[in-house]
């Protein structure tokens, strides 16, 4: 590979924008492609096979664009596809290549946020029913609680712009007290899903006494991802410092590009990638 190759960036649909934006703020320098599934998101009540699937076709298609290194900007792929990538295709396809993802970055900072060593996970039905985040704690802070609950209609609240509407507020309210209810001394609820930090105003209505940590991922990955080219200067010397952005999706381009201003913080302008050719 030669110099003047991209960072990839990778989620099943917009909520991985909200990580990339705090990237491309950390690391402005660098090239990026960023891919979102828009055509099979949400990922989240998949099967673990289904979304491993999807997940490495997206992969190599980063890596077919030049990509050594690609970020899984998304929990559920994290979750049920980022060890397989890495234990079972890398070093038999792809041995010069890097798959990250973002639950190890969040899991290695999480006891940073709370005092009362009892935190909550908010994520998709894929992320909590595959326990991740519970076995990845467990290994750095044993000594955490951690308490849990599957958030199934956030992602579509937010993929639709209705995430601040008055009608998602049944839907916010459910599962907050949800999770509150079941230990008193949470302290921090981890937003572990790119999508959630856009419903943080939400959100923060229905946790009246202001006392509980709301953690988004974004900066988490942004400060991992800058340590790790840091200590892995055979990655970075292969990367173009043009600061460059491509957006592609799967779904339709004026409708991700509406959505995806956004996420990101600022305009975007995609390119469709297709499912039905050889180009995904």
């Given at each position: 590979m030669?110099?003047?190759?991209s ?7 917009y909520?991985?924008?909200t ?20 055509a ?11 979304v491993?699937?999807y ?35 890398l ?12 639950i ?12 009362s ?8 039905r894929?992320t909590i ?15 955490i ?25 049944y ?14 001394r949470?302290?921090?609820l ?12 939400k959100?923060?209505?229905f946790?009246a006494?202001g ?8 900066d ?16 970075t010397?292969k990367?173009g ?6 957006f592609?999706?799967?779904?339709d381009?004026?409708?991700f590009?509406?959505?995806?201003s ?19």
């Amino acid at each position: 590979m030669s110099a003047g190759q991209s960072i990839g960036i990778f989620d099943s649909g917009y909520g991985g924008l909200t990580v990339f934006k705090s990237i491309a703020k950390k690391l402005p320098q660098y090239n990026y492609i960023y891919l979102g599934d828009n055509a099979r998101s949400p990922y989240g009540d998949h099967s673990f096979e289904t979304v491993y699937q999807y997940t490495l076709e997206c992969v190599e298609w980063l890596f077919a664009q030049g990509c050594p290194l690609v970020i899984l900007a998304c929990n559920t792929a994290s979750a049920k596809a980022l060890r397989s990538i890495q234990q079972r295709v890398l070093p038999v396809k792809y041995p010069n290549h890097r798959v990250l993802g973002v639950i190890r970055p969040t899991a290695e900072v999480i006891g940073n946020f709370t005092e009362s060593k009892t935190i909550g996970i908010l994520g998709t039905r894929g992320t909590i029913n595959s326990e991740s985040y519970l076995i990845e704690i467990n290994k750095l802070f044993p000594e955490i609680n951690v308490h849990q609950q599957s958030c199934p209609m956030w992602v579509p609240l937010v993929e639709n712009n209705e995430h601040l509407d008055p009608g998602a507020d049944y839907f916010v309210e459910k599962y907050i007290n949800e999770i509150m209810a079941k230990d008193e001394r949470i302290d921090c609820l981890l937003l572990a899903c790119t999508h959630y930090p856009l419903l943080i105003p939400k959100i923060r209505t229905f946790l009246a006494d202001g006392t509980v940590t709301l953690l988004g991922q974004g900066d988490i990955v942004a400060d991992s991802l800058s340590k790790y080219l840091q200590k892995h200067p055979e990655i970075t010397q292969k990367l173009g410092q043009d600061a460059k952005r491509n957006f592609y999706t799967s779904g339709d381009q004026v409708f991700f590009d509406k959505h995806a201003s956004i996420f990101f913080g600022s305009d975007v302008s995609s390119r469709h990638v297709s499912h039905n050719s050889s180009q995904l």
